[in-house]
């Protein structure tokens, strides 16, 4: 027996149109690629999109079809956002940051029809032009001419009817395209679906997760070419939060005074942008002027940052975790009615976790045996997730990685009896001991506390008893004395013997990948087969 | 093309696993029937779910089968609403407060096989049993012996394992039904499906609706068998709040010693809930200890209410409108970011219409030819409704309540700029004059000011040229002095010209319904072709 409630869909477009009926004057404010503030509001929002909508149609975008972008955090992105899925088209955001060749890789292998860019990328798209023949046009976002062979954003929309009933379909119907910048193999694309990416909305809205509100202005300094922002431009089209786009300016001066001109009270991006806006207003002798919530994430938030943030700063700050394929959010470290009584140095230790699962995700640690490890948060283990808006399959790619309907996050961390997540290494990088594991970064986190460290690596290396034994490599500081017993020493007291490196060797310098992570497949290949005294 | 997300569908027994799963030992507590606190949290909660799931199996009941409860707020019948919903059932509470006649009508119209009591309500259950055929079990929730007859829920349970894994199915299925109890015809049943409910749960606990969190201590006043305590039992499991039943003890005495001592932060109730709470406050001379916020919904919070509670007492008051066809949630009066810097007076006016749109329910007003009109504050329609949690028809009733699509609500409201809808009339009581439309509840309201009235009411009747004009119906104080002309006189600078009442009727008592509400059903019968002066 079924029950008998209205069949609406959860599609992206409603989420536009009841931003545009109960928000419709709630304003949308973008820095521009050329500078200037740009004002609207949801309403014109909305009559803009309807207009974008008509302009991809009669540019023969059909169900399906992807569609690039090239582009920074502005409203005419969010307008690409709602009109192309809003078609039941594929929004494809491709990361600018990537290697040109992987550009050329991810958009080929999306078969993008149309990219629309950002004058920033005119070169870019212009060396892209010859190794992408599946785009039959290319969309420069801008009011001015644009590059020769290229069309113009607003030429298009100029042309187009702001009429335009948005089409009802499957709420399975995919909506958007973000691949992901593994250190291995080519990118691998996840396809959202209109479902996922709504319910994905709601639980991020919650009181435990972020929390937004049409009290709040929301500015996301996360880009909308990293999984949707996170999520937070349709929250602000949920919830009626003024929403401000930082354009291409996200060094910390730019973005203090933009928070403080519009009145910023929620913002959210990786480490290094708060380190940076925190670096600019000691310098300035400045504080925040409005901005009361931060949520970091995309690495892990050094608790030095977080307590400047809330104890300098009066900032609240949320932790969260997720992934390329979790839409992208799984976790947010919100503290539990038991710890409200901590002091601030209590509870942000609760918080410097990676947080607790919002409803909708669900998780458990495995052994290598896949099987299911206990809460204590000491046991540490494979992470696995499930959950509507969590992938299931790579677009275009054969197979699956689910294991038992379960998505392999490539983590491993320990859940404490409250719930909450801690990272402690990358599966890949963990060392598998005489059936023990031992966590490669606490290793490298105690060497980089040394003195005489610059940086510092763990791999594990084989072994014929233990299977593999940690190996530590050291780069010096510049004229730093060091030597293996010392280093070794230096872990004394700080973990079980049987975690203690097996050996040290000194190199002039590690190999880091593009985005600046220790590159640990170069040092396997090179120091794999390494001979361990002893072994 | 479609996405490619993990697919799970929306399930309450999701609810439950989440919360016993994250949130396993947060507190369950609920005052008995027999008066003493009962303990547990939502990890042994979803373990006796499991034991009833166990125990309706082997009782026969399967999908789609309806179970009746006859109880209150307690662990109980959370277990039951779990259960019942989990194993594919439909958990169909029944409100106790009815007319005798009623339940035997709905449980019959309900085909329900299965009716789960507390000791409350044993007179009623044996009162009913010879008129239920068709229940094949009386459950009594209690743990000593049950009524003769009757089965003992205690041992239902301790028979039953509590091994069970939650089937899943469509997110389409029937998981609740409620009766409406209008003041015409025979109550109609609403049928909630798991989508509904979950998505109704979802934006409820939004930061812009009740913005329930794990830091939160959540007391529903606002009974289980009404429209599903509003949802309130389900955000808890989503988000972890501690979880506080009143049982039957609902003066505000009682209440008032279980916010204190279970340290509640959020409670919900009709209007009469808080002001007995607030008089039982004044003559203790205490206040609230631990309170925070308070829904307020079910009718119209009247201002001296919320400004009592917001000024002398320092909580926050959120205003809801719903209905039992709305799951029940359809608007909350959080206010937006241009209220902020409003003074007390000025947001509580904001905050004392009935709110604006949750996302996920949309809204519209329309004259008598079906046309929308405005959103500015002043002009008033019949309020139209959709949303995946809004009913497109009755339980076994034939036909829809549809008008293209959208549910007709049966109120009349007006909508401001900035989507807050006001309440001005019920659809059948508005008085429709020469096209116009004149509020009765307005002319009503203007007429108990009056000293000498101690009630009133305004209908309707046949006018030749106006169609029809409004006639008050006025009962006196007792030994009050009251002409026509005074009365009528009365409205001069209150009202335009065009609303002032025709004539005036008194009589010695007006007719109610049995929850108290003004009866026009009769008034209308006894003054429908009532002579108006000069027509």
Not at 340 to 346: H, M, P, R, S, V
Not at 384 to 393: F, N, T, Y
Request: glycine share 10%.
């Amino acid at each position: 027996m079924f029950g008998l409630m209205q069949d609406h869909p959860l599609l992206i477009s409603s989420l536009m149109e009841h931003a545009a009926r109960h928000h419709g004057d709630t304003e949308l404010v973008s820095r521009t690629i050329e500078g200037p503030i740009h004002r609207t509001d949801f309403r014109a929002t909305h009559a803009r999109s309807k207009r974008l909508a008509n302009a991809l149609e009669r540019l023969g975008v059909g169900q399906g079809d992807r569609i690039a972008t090239l582009a920074w955090n502005t409203y005419r992105h969010l307008e690409i956002y709602i009109a192309v899925a809003g078609i039941g088209a594929v929004c494809h955001t491709v990361n600018p940051r990537l290697f040109r060749d992987q550009i050329v890789y991810i958009i080929n292998h999306a078969a993008d029809r149309f990219v629309f860019f950002d004058l920033t990328f005119a070169p870019l798209v212009e060396s892209l032009r010859g190794d992408c023949p599946g785009v039959k046009g290319w969309i420069a976002l801008t009011e001015g001419a644009a590059p020769a062979g290229c069309l113009c954003y607003e030429d298009l929309l100029a042309a187009a009817s702001e009429r335009f009933d948005w089409p009802q379909f499957d709420e399975r119907t995919a909506a958007a395209l973000c691949y992901t910048s593994g250190t291995t193999g080519n990118p691998k694309g996840v396809l959202y679906s209109h479902r996922s990416t709504v319910l994905h909305t709601y639980a991020g809205g919650l009181a435990d997760a972020l929390a937004i509100s049409a009290r709040d202005v929301a500015l996301p300094v996360v880009p909308m070419f990293h999984v949707n922002a996170w999520g937070i431009p349709y929250m602000c089209l949920m919830t009626g939060a003024k929403l401000v786009m930082p354009g291409a300016a996200l060094d910390g001066k730019s973005l203090c005074a933009l928070f403080d001109s519009e009145k910023v009270t929620f913002s959210a991006g990786v480490p290094t942008v708060w380190m940076g806006a925190l670096q600019y207003l000691r310098e300035s002798n400045r504080g925040f002027t409005s901005l009361k919530r931060v949520l970091i994430g995309g690495s892990a938030c050094p608790p030095a940052l977080m307590h400047a943030l809330e104890e300098e700063h009066g900032i609240e700050v949320l932790h969260g975790w997720g992934m390329t394929e979790m839409s992208p959010v799984g976790t947010v470290s919100q503290i539990k009615g038991r710890h409200a009584a901590l002091d601030g140095t209590d509870r942000r230790a609760v918080k410097c976790r990676q947080g607790r699962a919002i409803f909708g995700v669900d998780f458990k640690i495995v052994d290598g045996a896949g099987t299911e490890l206990p809460w204590d948060g000491t046991t540490f283990g494979d992470l696995l997730v499930k959950g509507p808006w969590i992938a299931s399959a790579y677009f275009n790619e054969p197979g699956s990685p689910l294991s038992h309907g379960w998505f392999p996050t490539g983590d491993v961390v320990t859940i404490d009896g409250d719930g909450y997540i801690k990272i402690t290494d990358r599966s890949k990088d963990v060392i598998k001991s005489g059936g023990e594991w031992i966590s490669s970064i606490d290793l490298e986190n105690i060497a980089v506390a040394h003195p005489a460290v610059a940086e510092a690596a763990v791999i594990g290396v084989k072994h014929p008893k233990w299977d593999e034994r940690p190996l530590l490599i050291v780069q010096k500081r510049p004229d730093a004395d060091l030597t293996r017993e010392d280093m070794l020493g230096f872990y004394a007291g700080k973990v079980a013997k049987w975690w203690v490196p097996d050996d040290v060797v000194f190199v002039d310098t590690l190999p880091h990948t593009a985005t600046g992570k220790l590159l640990k497949t170069a040092l396997r290949r090179e120091f794999g087969d390494y001979r361990l005294p002893g072994s």
